[in-house]
């Protein structure tokens, strides 16, 4: 009760407060520009011409989606255009990411064969997501044998599956090991219900999306079908029913290449055009994939459009620093290349992320302006706060009046009032690899979560917002620019921008009941790190000196090698290193926190191992971030991490 009351008796508070405000950080002439430039409309027609491809990593329809997007690049008027093309073979390791082989496939149909002839249940031509991805050719014709979850021995315990098609209720890479090399099944059937939100189970005619386990040694080709579906088939198995089918795949992994769009607003310093800010998206998904993620994709597009636009006519003034825009395969694409090219990660400066921001009314959808991790405290999220804080003001004045100065409406779009949140950290997409500690680059994270639609057959165009997608492009666009010209001129005036943001992360302190001394070392880095922005020196350390004795002392220092999240796409660097050892699995890795679980602490736990910080003062970092977290669990995967060869 006591936090409900903190939370509603402060915003109201902050609202009239702002009520009526002038535009921060930029001069409203340049805001205006921005804000009259920005289209949802063109941004939503570049979004209709990707979603018409099923972009998965090294496929022809992601490289259809990489050269549209190159081309529109080159269009715009935007320099240094070019895909870059990095080898991926299933051995080759960029970091601590193993290079996934393309995967590409030409048919996948799955009928059931009755008396009236064959009837299509799912069908790559029509639907490609009805086909998993990294399926592998075959021809089968067999039973159907529903085993319920299929992840556990007992769930084939007196079924005959050897040579038939499953019925499974588990994603497809969870049950292929166990399915095929121990019981010897010729291919699944899933159903898998990801992604859970209150919506889950509502939609049983979407499809969903499924993947096999890419560097699996039993190799087979799963479908997907819908929960309406498979509650049918699961009914006439119950009856006694003899279901044929029949499974015809044409599809595989091959030698390919992570291909990553990249393209530059070139700065105007001389001394500071070294420096870029980032904006990043993720370019893979299957067809439609139009929030997650066409609409990152074309919105980072959309602002790189407006800004060499009205660079070109004057309009503004040239950035110091370099602006470039990323279009990768998401997190795999961004691990590689900060890897091999290891001069991208030295010159960025800051990231803005964009993954799902274009969601309807429809989808349920609601905006998050996402903070980094407590490991990495940096001033850049309160830019965008302070940028879409101003546009929410905007917006509701807008929509509750029909009056606003800035209403960030596109004419084809919605007339809703953003209501963005600044949210506190949170893991799933590309910016957890800049914030990793192999890079330490702050990352601004523009998200829409939750989405009802997302990862199945209705993620389609026709849920998306224009107005959603200017408002997004907006905030983006305001807070790369003021970060690409930002000098010790502006100090002043973000001051107020970070004192919004302290006051903010109070609330959520408050909340969570974290120790004062926790929020305080995490608000001295925020200054530190606009220092660190301005000088182009690392921020100080902020840590007291180890007192700590026995497990609680111990300090443990990540290694130079390798770079990037332990846990990426497709494989999961210390699960596959912990094999070789006789360490047993951490218990971390499957703790549930207050507010974070096992992917989350040890994200964070590795990240804070700095050869500074005692195991206790990580316990302590991380109890305040995640929920409290026992001191032995803790040190239990540092150690382990040792053991692996990631700290030392």
């Known amino acids: 009760m006591h936090r409900i009351a903190a939370t509603c008796l402060l915003f109201p508070v902050l609202a009239a407060a702002g009520a009526g405000h002038p535009p921060p950080l930029l001069p409203e002439n340049e805001v205006a520009a921005l804000a009259d430039e920005l289209s949802g409309e063109t941004a939503k027609r570049n979004l209709e011409g990707l979603a018409r491809f099923h972009r998965q990593r090294g496929s022809q329809g992601f490289h259809s989606a990489a050269t549209l997007v190159a081309e529109r690049a080159q269009v715009y008027g935007l320099s240094d255009v070019e895909i870059l093309r990095f080898p991926t073979d299933g051995r080759r390791m960029y970091g601590t990411q193993r290079a996934r082989r393309g995967w590409d496939a030409e048919q996948g149909d799955l009928l059931e064969l009755t008396s009236a002839g064959p009837r299509t249940l799912a069908s790559y031509a029509a639907t490609p997501i009805a086909l998993a991805e990294d399926s592998e050719s075959g021809n089968v014709t067999a039973d159907l044998v529903d085993v319920g979850e299929g992840t556990k021995e007992q769930d084939y315990a007196g079924k005959d599956v050897r040579g038939k098609l499953v019925l499974v209720a588990a994603q497809p890479s969870a049950v292929q090991d166990l399915a095929v090399g121990r019981f010897g099944v010729a291919g699944m059937v899933s159903y898998a219900q990801n992604q ?56 595989g992994q091959h030698d390919s290449a992570y291909e990553i769009v990249t393209a530059t607003i070139p700065g105007s310093d001389p001394a500071l055009r070294g420096s870029e800010i980032a904006y990043s998206c993720h370019l893979d998904h299957q067809r439609p994939g139009a929030n997650d993620n066409a609409s990152g994709c074309v919105t980072i597009l959309e602002v790189a459009r407006s800004l060499q636009r009205l660079i070109a006519s004057g309009a503004l003034p040239r950035p110091a620093r370099t602006i470039r825009f990323i279009w990768p395969p998401e997190v795999e694409g961004t691990v590689t290349l900060l890897n091999a090219r290891p001069e991208f990660a030295s010159r960025i400066k800051a990231a803005i992320h964009m993954d799902m921001v274009g969601g309807g009314t429809d989808t349920k959808a609601v905006f998050h302006v996402t903070r ?164 182009g020196a690392l921020p100080p350390a902020h840590h007291t000196a180890p007192t700590t004795k026995g497990d609680g002392g111990l300090v443990f220092h990540r290694r130079a090698e390798p770079r990037g999240p332990l846990a990426v796409f497709g494989y999961d660097y210390f699960e596959d290193h912990l094999k070789a050892t006789s360490v047993k699995r951490p218990g971390l890795l499957s703790y549930e926190g207050t507010w974070g679980a096992g992917e989350e602490y040890a994200y964070e736990a590795l990240n804070l191992a700095d050869g500074v910080r005692t195991t206790a003062q990580i316990t302590a970092v991380l109890s305040a971030e995640y929920g409290p977290v026992p001191l032995k669990l803790v040190t239990e995967y540092l150690q382990a991490l040792k053991n692996v060869g990631v700290v030392d």
């Open 196 to 251: 859970r939100t209150a919506w889950s189970g509502e939609y049983d005619g979407a499809v969903r999306w499924g993947h096999l386990d890419s560097f699996s040694a039993n190799p087979t080709f799963a479908f997907m079908v819908s929960l309406r579906v498979a509650r049918s088939l699961q009914a006439r198995l119950r009856d006694g029913e003899a279901i044929r089918l029949q499974a015809i795949v044409r599809a």
């Open 372 to 535: 980094g991790p407590a490991s990495l405290p940096s001033f850049v999220h309160d830019v965008a706060w302070a940028f879409a804080d101003w546009a929410n003001e905007e917006t509701y004045q807008f929509a509750a009046t029909g009056s606003a100065a800035y209403p960030l409406v596109a004419p084809e779009g919605s007339k809703d009032p953003l209501r963005a949140s600044y949210s506190p950290f949170s893991m799933g997409s590309d910016h957890d690899v800049y914030q990793d500690s192999s890079f330490g680059i702050p990352a601004i994270y523009l998200n829409d979560w939750p989405d009802r639609y997302i990862h199945t057959s209705l993620d389609t165009a026709a849920n998306i917002d224009p107005t959603k997608l200017k408002r997004a492009a907006f905030i983006g666009a305001a807070s790369g620019y003021f970060l690409a010209n930002l000098s010790s001129r502006d100090a002043a005036a973000l001051n107020g921008a970070i004192a919004m943001g302290r006051l903010m992360r109070a609330v959520t302190s408050l909340q969570r009941q974290t120790a004062p001394e926790a929020a305080d070392l995490y608000e001295r880095g925020v200054h530190a790190s606009l220092n660190s922005f301005l000088s």
